[in-house]
Nanobody, 122 residues
Framework: VQLQASGGGLVQVGGSLRLSCAASGRTFSRYAMGWFRQAPGKEREFVSAVSRSDGNAYYADSVKGRFTISRDNAKNTVYLQMNSLKPEDTAVYYC????????????????WGQGTQVTVSS
């Protein structure tokens, strides 16, 4: 499956962005989807994930209550709505897909998008 992330940009503290990740190539609904991010000088970390069809969502503690993941299987797209953004949210955000059940474990994801830059300025 091919993944294309978009929607990143420059936003002020407290602002919002919505990231999108469009999938193609395989049956989208067979894949759990995740968002990960990598800040400069840091390792890539889990942000959020959503199950294949029932919409169960999981979040890192650092984004809980501010970010919302969702998916539209008819459009082969997963979204990450990011509100109340903080400077520490600055990172390259990656979407990823894995066949089977949802996971927060990076190595279990088989397919990765190219990343989209999110910069939160103070």
């Amino acid at each position: 499956v091919q993944l294309q992330a978009s929607g990143g940009g420059l936003v002020q503290v407290g602002g919002s962005l919505r990231l999108s990740c469009a999938a193609s190539g395989r049956t989208f609904s067979r894949y759990a989807m995740g968002w990960f991010r990598q800040a400069p000088g840091k390792e890539r970390e889990f942000v959020s994930a959503v199950s294949r069809s029932d919409g169960n969502a999981y979040y890192a503690d650092s984004v809980k209550g501010r970010f919302t993941i969702s998916r539209d299987n008819a459009k082969n797209t997963v979204y990450l709505q990011m509100n109340s953004l903080k400077p520490e949210d600055t990172a390259v955000y990656y979407c990823a897909a894995r066949a089977g059940i949802v996971s927060m474990h990076q190595p279990s994801y088989e397919y990765w998008g190219q990343g989209t830059q999110v910069t939160v300025s103070s």
